[in-house]
């Protein structure tokens, strides 16, 4: 009876072992894919507001002033030159706003955040749980936040073909970012691959997350 207990001991004591370096075997496993995730994308990547448009406004505030200067040498048109001049000089303005347009950060990901230049704080990529991202005139990016996450404020400045951020606050809330274009490493971004670059680091963000849960299960990692 002892010899037969002795045995059934052994023989579960053999299980648990093997359970527990099968367990192992999977959190390695586990963990090496989170990582393989997070070696997909860059710890950094930083985005710039295109140079078109630059050209674009150049190219208007010249054809204002044209067309007020057309327009001044008419005597029965000078009231719409002079608005047309208006124009231009908002245009110029703009121009000026936007010099270091296509050098300075607009918006900057990581695989913790996402940072974009008219908000006072980052978001954590962990609270988007949807992303869209809409072009033409304007490209559009709009997030959709979980419920609570704590908003940050917005920062618009005032001029033509600027930046703008707006915050919708509602149970579920969003963040919407709208910008005339965005370049990487002087590649203009269509619709598509934006949405690609954002669902990639979306993922890492999982990843980086259920990596750090895998190495709490097994600290000596």
Known sequence: ????????????????????????????????????????????????????VQRKLLCVTLLMFVLGGLCLGEANSR??????????????AGLWQQRHASRQPLLRLTPNSLWFRNLDNELALRDIVQARVKG?????????????????????AFGAL???ARVRRARRPQV????????????????????????SYGAAAQAKEELLAIRILQPRW
């Open 1 to 52: 009876m002892i010899r037969r207990d002795a045995r059934l001991f052994d023989m579960a004591e053999s299980l648990t072992e093997a359970f527990a370096q099968h367990s192992v075997e999977q959190l390695h496993l586990a963990a090496a894919e989170r990582q393989r995730v997070l070696a997909t994308v860059p710890d950094v990547t930083t985005l710039v507001l295109t140079r078109r």
């Open 162 to 164: 600027q930046p703008k």
């Open 176 to 199: 919407q970012l709208s910008m005339p274009g965005l370049e990487y490493r002087g590649q203009w971004l269509d619709t598509q691959r934006l949405i690609n670059l954002l669902l």
């Open 136 to 156: 033409g005139r304007q490209l559009s990016i709009t997030l959709t936040l979980r419920e609570g996450t704590a908003l940050p404020s917005c920062h618009n």
């Open 79 to 92: 009231l719409l030159g002079g608005a047309f001049v208006v124009c231009g000089l908002f245009f110029c």
